[in-house]
Every structure is written in C-alpha cells, then in structure tokens.
C-alpha cells in the first residue's frame, strides 16, 4: 500500500540553526499537506502544496514539491524555541475516493 | 467558533470495558475522520466520514465502530477495549473540497486501557 516516510524521526538543534525534514513517498501525490504540532496539542495546519516543483513560503518556513510530486522537505532558517513541536506531512492520492496518508512526523527540539 | 472539540479529554478503562468517544464540530464541515496516534508512529486513520449518516473504514478500523447521525457529531465506538488501544485520539473535519482540504483537529483524548 501507500506509505508516506519521513525522515528524520528526532532532531536536536541550537536556536539559530537551520532544520529540514523530508517527506518522500512510494507513489505519486495529487498534493501534499504540512501539520505542526506542538508538545501536548494537536495537529494544526500549515499548508498545502499541489504544483510539481511548487515552492512556498512562510516567513523563516520553506516549503518545496518535488518535480516528480512523490518528495517533500520542510526547512526553517535560524530556528527559534517556537519552533519546537512535531512536523507532520500528508500525502493524498486521487484514487476515485479519499486518500490521505501522514508520515510519522519529525520532533523538532531547538536549544535556547 | 469552538471548533473541534472532543469529549472527554482523558479516559482510564479496563479491558473489557466499553466506552465511546464523542467529536463535535460547528464549522458546518462535510467530512469528519477519527485517528489514533501512538509515539514514533504519527497519524493513523481509523474511520472517516463524507457526510451525514455515511462512514468508510481507515487505515486501521478494528476494534472500533462509528457513526454519524448528525452532521455536526462524529462519535468512535470501543465495544471492547483491549491494551493495544491505549493511544492519543484525534477527531478532525474538513469542508469536503476533495484533495484540496485542510483538515481542523480537536483537541485529543489520551485513553489508558488497563
């Protein structure tokens, strides 16, 4: 079946240091979700992107489709200790019905 | 607007024991989905619906039921709770604008099954 892998599981940063994590899956994506959760609360949503090699951004956050629309990566430039929390991504598929996979997520620790 | 919300917040049950989750939301969302999430393994679907009175099997459906007889509710049934369904709970909802949804997440229901 689908599967949505996120790499990495865990990663420990100075506050300032840039991050990334990378969302990569087995089959081409329709368009592809980004979720942050902070410790103890939900999944709250940052945002989508549909377009083959699309790039958005949100001030310090980068957000890029891969041309192939089967990658993902989430980058935050000079991370800050709000950036703590879990980065979810999540992949849907047009399969003539509903179809949304989320990777396990990335654990952001930032160290002040 | 509230929301998501989900009742209740937090759950203590033995094996055995029934109990059911109740989701709610008032932003008129067409479609509502219930996951689980254990550590180190993200979000897993367990049933979604696209509307009232209709409901589709998820990633990992068993062990559980649902239903949603009001378009604004969306509750999780465990008929008989074993330990593996000890886990955080999300209820989530989305307009129902296909792929192109962004889904609105409650606050979660952390459940301990003894």
């Known amino acids: 079946g689908q599967q949505v892998m996120q790499i990495p599981q865990y990663q420990h940063v100075q506050e300032g240091e840039d991050f990334t994590t990378y969302c990569n899956s087995s089959t081409t994506l329709s368009n592809i979700q980004w979720y942050k959760q902070r410790p103890g609360g939900h999944p709250v949503f940052l945002i989508q992107?549909?377009?083959?090699?699309e790039v958005k951004k949100q001030k310090r956050l980068t957000f890029q489709f891969g041309e192939a629309k089967k990658n993902s990566s989430l980058h935050i430039t000079a991370t800050q200790t709000t950036d703590v929390g879990t980065y979810f991504c999540?992949?849907?598929?047009?399969?003539?019905?509903?179809?949304?996979?989320f990777g396990a997520g990335t654990r952001l620790f930032v160290k002040a | 607007n509230a929301g998501v919300t989900q009742t209740p917040k937090f759950r203590v049950l033995k094996t055995g024991q029934s109990m059911t989750l109740l989701c709610a939301q008032d932003m008129n969302h067409e479609y509502m989905y219930w996951y689980r999430q254990d550590p180190g393994m993200g979000l897993r679907l367990i049933h979604y619906?696209?509307?009232?009175?209709?409901?589709a099997k998820g990633e990992v459906p068993d062990g559980y039921n649902v239903s949603r007889l009001k378009k604004q509710n969306f509750l999780l049934g465990l008929e008989s709770a074993a330990p593996s369904q000890t886990s955080v709970y999300f209820c989530?909802?989305?307009?129902?604008?296909?792929?192109?949804?962004?889904?609105?997440f409650g606050p979660g229901t952390r459940l301990t099954v003894t």
């Open positions: 999540a992949g849907q598929r047009n399969t003539g019905g509903f179809k949304t996979i």
């Open positions: 619906s696209v509307g009232e009175g209709t409901t």
């Open positions: 992107l549909v377009k083959s090699g």
């Open positions: 989530a909802s989305s307009p129902g604008l296909g792929l192109l949804d962004e889904q609105y």
